[in-house]
């Protein structure tokens, strides 16, 4: 099994900066692809950006441009960072990690997850 745990979040004002974290800890030597969804109530959870062992990445067209995502493996950390924040970025967002290769959109195909940390952004 592997434990995700995020941090970071918060509330900011539209054109300013967050970043998450998250941790993974466990059977870590499974995880693949790691990688940042988000949801707003009454939606489905949509894939933010996604980052493979070997550092391939994957973006959201929404938010490409404004964030990055990082991994360090040493440290079993993936990073978001979020700038140029939007109001329409604001929703629950997820840290998961998947066994297989690639970052796949469907939520289907990751197999952990961690909690969820808010992002409010105002306008």
């Known amino acids: 099994q592997v434990q995700l745990v995020e941090s970071g979040g918060g509330l900011v004002e539209a054109g300013g900066s967050l970043s998450l974290s998250c941790a993974a800890s466990?059977?870590?030597?499974?995880?693949?692809?790691m990688g940042w969804y988000r949801q707003v109530p009454g939606k489905q959870r949509e894939l933010v950006a996604g980052?493979?062992?070997?550092?391939?990445?994957r973006y959201a067209d929404s938010v490409k441009g404004r964030f990055t995502i990082s991994r360090d493996n040493a440290k079993n950390t993936v990073s978001l960072q979020m700038n140029s924040l939007k109001p329409e970025d604001t929703a629950v967002y997820y840290c998961?990690?998947?066994?297989?290769?690639?970052?796949?959109?469907?939520?289907?195909?990751?197999?952990?997850w961690g909690q969820g940390t808010q992002v409010t952004v105002s306008s």
């Open positions: 998961a990690a998947r066994r297989g290769p690639g970052v796949l959109v469907n939520t289907a195909f990751w197999d952990y």
């Open positions: 466990g059977s870590i030597f499974s995880i693949n692809a």
């Open positions: 980052i493979t062992r070997g550092d391939s990445l």
